[in-house]
């Protein structure tokens, strides 16, 4: 299971995995019980945990990032229940550029469960770097070799290409 494929599912609680969509709502299997079903878009909306930002001092950064953190961290994981003040202390040491003015407690506890769900069901969430970024686009858009690029095709060459295409001679 990927970590590109986990959503949250607004008034269901977990975690999911995006199994396939529809227009109409997609299809899922719980990360707690893996039972599957379909979900309407008409009464839920899905985010992508990969998409998810959380406010920092600094640039806003991804959840995996904080779950990167929290999995390398030496201090003991909270209950997710756990008081308000736990929950800030623990991440005060585990990821203190948090903007704790505006990621509430229940935001806390949420990325809590969400992180004993995801080392539950062994699911990496291994952050990449700037260079893996820019490198994953240009092996999407490689081309093959056998085809021409117009851009650095001569001018001339470009232009009768056109007229061709357009079944003019």
């Known amino acids: 299971m990927e970590y590109k494929k986990l959503v ?13 969509s529809k227009s109409d709502g997609a ?7 893996n039972t599957t079903k379909f ?19 600094k640039d806003n950064t991804t959840l995996a990032e904080i779950f990167s953190a929290m999995k390398e961290g030496k201090e003991e994981v909270p209950d997710a229940n756990a008081d308000g003040k736990i929950l800030k202390a623990y991440f005060e040491k585990t990821y203190p550029d948090l903007d704790f003015e505006r990621v509430y407690v229940s ?11 995801i080392e539950k069901n062994n699911i ?11 490198a994953a686009p240009e092996a999407k858009t ?6 021409e690029n117009t ?12 007229i ?3 079944g003019v001679k």
Request: charged share 35%.
């Open 107 to 117: 935001d806390m506890k949420k990325m809590v469960k969400w992180f004993r769900i």
């Open 39 to 57: 979900v309407s878009t008409r009464q839920h909306n899905f985010s992508h945990l990969e998409s998810i930002e959380v406010y920092t001092t």
């Open 151 to 162: 851009k650095t095709a001569k001018p001339q060459q470009a232009k009768a290409r056109k």
């Open 164 to 166: 061709e295409s357009r």
């Open 142 to 147: 490689a081309k093959p070799a056998h085809v």
């Open 8 to 20: 949250s599912v607004t008034g269901l609680p977990g975690l999911f995995e995006l199994l396939s």
């Open 124 to 134: 990496d969430v291994s952050v990449k770097t700037e260079e893996e970024k820019e």
């Open 27 to 33: 299809v899922v299997r719980s990360l707690e019980d």
